[in-house]
């Protein structure tokens, strides 16, 4: 079963640019029951194995722009190692439910933008103005969202770079997977030492993944982008929601299970002191 996870997984990233962590961590803990904490452990590592294929083809056909790609950095690397903390900071605190509802939220927000953004019709960006320097600030919130659920670099970053610079599509999504990749790296090698992991799963994912990613960038140039993108964020969007609901049900149980557990304490200490007094 994880090998077949990692292989559609791998197949959708290298068919649709989507980020292997967005759609990693949801399929992890709502299918296989993985804890939130390693699944976002497992997808940042999974990113990085899958996108170590496909960046190589990317800069041989020479579609990354390195100086946009040096300003995303700039801003998405110390974001990421942010992100880790905060999360690390939540893990410590024993908030896994609320870590479940960020995720959910992150999740939820970013589909319906991309639901919203397919919408809009397809123009090109040749004529946008080069505003790359401004991408130093706005992927630092990015790479503190990959660092803290393993989500947002594919489809935050393609966003950004289609509407702040001029680059073609090709452009676009090659510097996007290598930012990804880089991302990826840094926050898996932080999110490898200071939370617990399950080598055994990620070794299955990755097996699958590869062949995936293979399969994936040889079928990319006969199957449309667009539907299938469109399809996907529809499904992230009902994940989502259900990563929002499961939260709420834990919240809403624990609230009422408090009262009840102090009303039974309060009964009992007062029929305590009554047998006490008829002694």
């Known amino acids: 079963m994880q090998y077949v996870i990692g292989f559609l997984i791998a197949l959708f990233i290298a068919l649709t640019g989507v980020g292997a962590g967005t759609v990693t961590v949801p399929v992890l803990v709502l299918f296989l029951g993985v804890p939130a904490p390693v699944a976002v452990g497992i997808g940042l590592m999974f990113s990085t194995a899958v996108k170590l294929i496909l960046v190589p083809a990317q800069i041989a056909r020479r579609n990354v722009a390195w ?40 999740l939820v927000t970013t589909a319906s933008w991309q639901i919203f953004y397919s919408f809009r019709p397809m123009r090109d960006n040749l004529d946008v103005r080069d505003r790359s320097p401004l991408l130093s600030w706005l992927m630092f919130p990015v790479g503190a969202e990959v660092g803290f659920s393993s989500a947002g670099a594919g489809a935050l970053g393609s966003a950004a770079l289609l509407s702040m610079t001029p680059l073609a599509p090709a452009q676009v999504v090659g510097t996007d997977i290598v930012f990804g990749f880089v991302v990826s790296l840094i926050g898996s090698g932080a999110h490898w030492f200071t939370h617990a992991s399950n080598p055994e799963l990620l070794l299955q994912l990755i097996i699958g993944g590869v062949a ?9 140039k006969r199957i449309p982008r667009r539907p299938l993108r469109f399809a996907l964020w529809v499904w992230l969007l009902i994940l989502g929601s259900q990563f929002l609901f499961n939260s709420y049900h834990v919240w809403a149980a624990t609230r009422w299970s ?5 009303n039974s304490l309060s009964d009992h200490s007062t029929n305590g002191g009554s047998g006490m007094s008829n002694r």
């Open 212 to 220: 995936g990613a293979i399969g994936g960038t040889m079928l990319s």
């Open 67 to 106: 100086r946009t790609l040096s300003y995303m950095l700039l801003g998405g690397a110390p974001g990421v190692l942010v992100g880790s903390l905060f999360l690390k900071h939540l893990i410590n605190a024993g908030s896994e439910n609320l870590l479940n509802a960020i995720l959910g939220a992150i």
């Open 258 to 262: 408090k009262p009840a557990s102090e």
